[in-house]
């Protein structure tokens, strides 16, 4: 069964810093990948997303993600950190035609 | 533009009360239609899934069901509450399928059940 690891529940970054945040999926083909944040109390906003093609794409608020099949990544990244990044980020896959989320990273930002 | 409606954003129901949540989607036609459960530090769990009027499918057995009277209305109820149905729960459309378009999410309603 196809699943997401995002290994990291808890991430703190300094102002400024850069970022990378992991996910990881298991699936035999290439899967379909998406990247989203939460802000506390609301709902979730699509960053980027990988279809096929280039492996590095650029989504919104400045960040990327990596799309590596022989580590079966998708790590996101940002070069640097604003405070209002603070919030949830998840990782998904698309199997079956169906969704399926990670449990998450939550990012704090100190200043 | 598309916009997605949840409401009511929060709710405080006692156990064995009836629950009734409402999405509304605005701007397109026949979408696919979507409701989630965010429980405290857990992941998204998809419990419903629309691809049309009258057509539900159900992803985990619980105490909970959906109906789509209208092409973009997506009602997710249940007759009693659980203490265990607490949570926040995400409505979402795509105007495709996942694998070819992304999910767009509500702002999501806050249930307390006491």
């Known amino acids: 069964a196809q699943s997401v690891t995002q290994p990291d529940i808890h991430i703190t970054v300094s102002e400024g810093a850069s970022l990378e945040l992991r996910c990881n999926y298991s699936?035999?083909?290439?899967?379909?990948l998406f990247w989203y944040v939460q802000s506390p109390g609301q709902g979730l906003q699509l960053l980027l997303k990988?279809?096929?093609?280039?492996?590095l794409v650029q989504g919104i608020k400045g960040f990327e993600a990596e799309f590596k099949r022989s580590q079966s990544s998708f790590n996101l990244r940002k070069p640097s950190v604003h405070w209002s990044d603070a919030a949830e980020y998840f990782c998904?896959?698309?199997?079956?035609?169906?969704?399926?989320f990670g449990t998450g990273t939550r990012l704090q930002v100190t200043l | 533009s598309q916009t997605i409606h949840q409401w009511p954003a929060t709710l405080v129901q006692p156990v064995g009360s009836p629950l009734s949540l409402e999405c509304t989607v605005e701007?397109?036609?026949?979408?696919?239609l979507y409701w989630y459960r965010q429980a405290a530090g857990r992941g998204l769990q998809l419990l419903f899934y629309?691809?049309?009027?009258?057509?539900i499918s159900s992803e985990v057995p619980q105490n909970l069901s959906a109906s789509r009277p209208q092409d973009r209305q997506f009602i997710l109820s249940s007759k009693k509450l659980l203490l265990s149905d607490s949570g926040f729960y995400l409505c979402?459309?795509?105007?495709?399928?996942?694998?070819?378009?992304?999910?767009?999410f509500g702002n999501g309603t806050r249930l307390t059940v006491t």
């Open positions: 979402a459309w795509s105007p495709g399928t996942p694998d070819n378009s992304p999910l767009h």
């Open positions: 699936y035999g083909a290439t899967p379909y």
């Open positions: 990988y279809f096929s093609g280039d492996t």
């Open positions: 998904a896959v698309v199997r079956s035609s169906k969704l399926t």
């Open positions: 701007g397109t036609s026949n979408p696919n």
């Open positions: 629309s691809v049309g009027i009258g057509q």
